[in-house]
């Protein structure tokens, strides 16, 4: 006869066993992440790989005729130079995306402070105003915005070009969401030091929104580098052209209408990007009142 299982031993076995269980199920939930990770990466670099091997497929090669390129070159990196000015177009882009940049650093951090300190009659209104503005989208002020430019004389223009862009009230609301997560109590010790207004927007409020700013910069850049449809309406000058523009003539091109052409176009518009993303994206993981508390 076999001996009788103790209460504390049953019990024990069954710990035991929802233990195992849990960690299976824990394994199971991980693999799954994981999975559904590289499904979505797999997504998404999925088109930026498939241009870059058909940027680098030699002029014999069918563009569909496997994955990998059987004669890797890039070749045709200089044919896109040669077909088109391209370091001209990038210069006039990199001009408006660096003025982007600078104008909405500049007045978002100003307007998200001014939103964000109490004390003024009014601020609510002006914010519900500004958030209305979300909802119209970008084409349905477009020719009013064109008529104005136009009225201004900076038709075919890269300030033009600019100038819709100079500020984003996106922007202005990331950075108002940043301010307000500013711990008071820097403020009030800034305020006993006897720091003014400015003093405390340039030494604690701006440090402290390091990673808002890198947001801001990066969205601007961004926005003002890959935008097409209001350049097309604005510049008719092929000299003023943003790249953007400067990838639709290449594509349309007849004489030049080659894929391999069109891909590596591609690639070198999308460069410069990924370039800024990886130079400012440690900054979008730094705390909230890091750069204040350093000063």
């Given at each position: 006869m076999?001996?009788?299982?103790?209460p504390?031993?049953?019990?024990?076995?069954?710990?035991?066993?929802?233990?195992?269980?849990?960690?299976?199920?824990?394994?199971?939930?991980?693999?799954?992440?994981?999975?559904?990770?590289?499904?979505v990466?797999?997504?998404?670099?999925?088109?930026?790989v498939?241009q870059?091997?058909?940027?680098?497929?030699?002029?014999?090669?069918?563009?569909?005729?496997?994955?990998?390129?059987?004669?890797?070159?890039?070749?045709?990196?200089?044919?896109?130079?040669?077909?088109?000015?391209?370091?001209?177009?990038?210069?006039?882009?990199?001009?408006?995306?660096?003025?982007?940049?600078?104008?909405?650093?500049?007045?978002?951090?100003?307007?998200?402070?001014a939103?964000?300190?109490?004390?003024?009659?009014?601020?609510?209104?002006v914010?519900?105003?500004?958030?209305?503005?979300?909802?119209?989208?970008?084409?349905?002020?477009?020719?009013?915005?064109f008529?104005?430019?136009?009225?201004?004389?900076?038709?075919?223009?890269?300030?033009?070009?600019w100038?819709?862009?100079?500020?984003?009230?996106?922007?202005?609301?990331?950075?108002?969401?940043?301010?307000?997560?500013?711990?008071?109590?820097?403020?009030e010790?800034?305020?006993?030091d006897?720091?003014?207004?400015?003093?405390?927007?340039?030494r604690?409020?701006?440090?402290?929104?390091?990673?808002a700013?890198?947001?801001?910069?990066?969205?601007?850049?961004?926005?003002?580098?890959?935008?097409?449809?209001?350049?097309?309406?604005?510049?008719?000058?092929?000299d003023?052209?943003?790249?953007?523009?400067?990838?639709?003539?290449?594509?349309?091109?007849?004489?030049?209408?080659?894929?391999?052409?069109?891909?590596?176009?591609?690639?070198?518009?999308?460069?410069?990007?990924?370039?800024?993303?990886?130079?400012?994206?440690?900054?979008?993981?730094?705390?909230?009142?890091?750069g204040?508390v350093?000063?």
């Amino acid at each position: 006869m076999s001996a009788p299982t103790s209460p504390g031993t049953a019990t024990g076995a069954r710990a035991t066993r929802r233990a195992g269980s849990g960690r299976r199920r824990r394994r199971i939930g991980l693999a799954g992440r994981y999975a559904t990770l590289l499904l979505v990466l797999a997504v998404m670099l999925g088109p930026i790989v498939w241009q870059f091997l058909t940027s680098i497929r030699g002029r014999t090669e069918n563009v569909y005729d496997g994955v990998l390129p059987s004669q890797p070159t890039l070749n045709n990196y200089v044919r896109v130079a040669e077909s088109f000015p391209l370091l001209q177009y990038a210069g006039n882009t990199l001009t408006v995306a660096a003025l982007a940049i600078a104008s909405n650093t500049v007045f978002a951090a100003m307007g998200g402070y001014a939103l964000s300190r109490a004390g003024w009659r009014g601020r609510k209104t002006v914010f519900t105003v500004l958030v209305a503005t979300l909802m119209f989208p970008f084409e349905s002020v477009m020719i009013s915005m064109f008529l104005t430019v136009r009225e201004m004389g900076l038709v075919d223009t890269l300030i033009g070009v600019w100038l819709p862009g100079a500020v984003s009230v996106l922007n202005v609301m990331v950075m108002r969401a940043a301010f307000l997560a500013v711990p008071k109590e820097l403020e009030e010790a800034a305020v006993l030091d006897g720091a003014g207004e400015w003093t405390r927007f340039t030494r604690v409020f701006v440090p402290s929104a390091k990673g808002a700013l890198a947001v801001v910069c990066i969205t601007s850049f961004m926005g003002a580098w890959d935008d097409f449809l209001w350049p097309l309406l604005v510049l008719t000058d092929s000299d003023n052209y943003t790249l953007q523009l400067g990838l639709k003539t290449l594509a349309g091109a007849t004489t030049v209408n080659d894929q391999r052409l069109v891909a590596a176009g591609a690639m070198a518009a999308l460069l410069p990007t990924m370039l800024v993303f990886f130079a400012l994206q440690r900054f979008f993981f730094k705390g909230v009142g890091e750069g204040a508390v350093k000063t």
